[in-house]
């Protein structure tokens, strides 16, 4: 357990605790027709019933998988994440504490441009040279404009100013930190739409770090909904 994978400049996912395995998920599915005792006798049974679970979207067995993982990411990507009503999440409060200055500042090569087919998303394949040129030049004016903003902040402190206003001055790249549990269907759910490609790429890497994770503890789940994408 406590495997970690690096996310973006300064994010991470770790996932610190889980219940359950491949095999929770057959003995869940086996009890209904009173066979949970055949769970673990035969791999391939097993293997062949998971999949058939998955793909005829019979996924209540996978709830009898659960994950906690430790996140760290920026604010806008927690945003997002937070519209999946099936997490909990317990969340770092700058009410309570200041916050350290680490934000996020995307890779040129990763912003492009707005998307004329997708009001949502951006538009890799059009970024010439002329325009990563002006990406470089633009993303290092968004950390000195960062930094700025943390200066502010820090100031507001020492003025005597509360927490919970002077991190009103703080831009959503600034990082954030939660602990978030899931059970396993859930979390496939969350995959199903996450690493989309049509998701946006600054939550997209968290959700394909947090698939390799799980494909430490349930790996015939997880090759079972990739096979069925």
């Given at each position: ?8 400049d ?27 005792w ?45 519209r999946?009503?099936t ?30 087919s ?58 954030s ?30 959700a ?10 349930a790996?015939?789940?997880?090759s ?6």
């Amino acid at each position: 357990m406590d495997e970690k994978i690096d996310v973006l400049d300064h994010g991470f996912v770790r996932l610190v605790d889980s219940m359950g395995s491949d095999l929770s998920v057959s003995r869940a599915a086996r009890v209904s027709y009173d066979a949970a005792w055949r769970a673990g006798e035969d791999e391939g049974s097993d293997t062949r019933l998971i999949r058939y679970l998955w793909k005829n979207r019979h996924t209540s067995p996978f709830e009898a998988v659960e994950f906690q993982f430790e996140v760290k990411a920026p604010i806008f990507v927690f945003r997002q994440w937070h519209r999946h009503r099936t997490w909990s999440f317990n969340e770092l409060s700058a009410r309570y504490r200041e916050l350290p200055e680490e934000f996020y500042v995307p890779d040129p090569a990763q912003i492009g441009v707005q998307s004329t087919s997708s009001k949502q998303a951006r538009d890799i394949e059009e970024t010439d040279g002329k325009i990563l040129v002006a990406r470089r030049v633009e993303a290092s004016m968004m950390r000195q404009h960062c930094e700025q903003a943390f200066a502010l902040y820090r100031e507001l402190l020492a003025n005597g100013w509360p927490r919970e206003l002077a991190r009103s001055v703080l831009p959503v790249n600034t990082y954030s930190h939660m602990f978030a549990k899931i059970d396993l269907r859930n979390l496939l759910g969350f995959l199903d739409l996450r690493c989309d490609p049509h998701a946006q790429y600054e939550i997209r890497v968290y959700a394909e770090a947090m698939q390799k994770l799980a494909r430490t503890i349930a790996p015939v789940c997880i090759s079972a909904w990739e096979g069925a994408r």
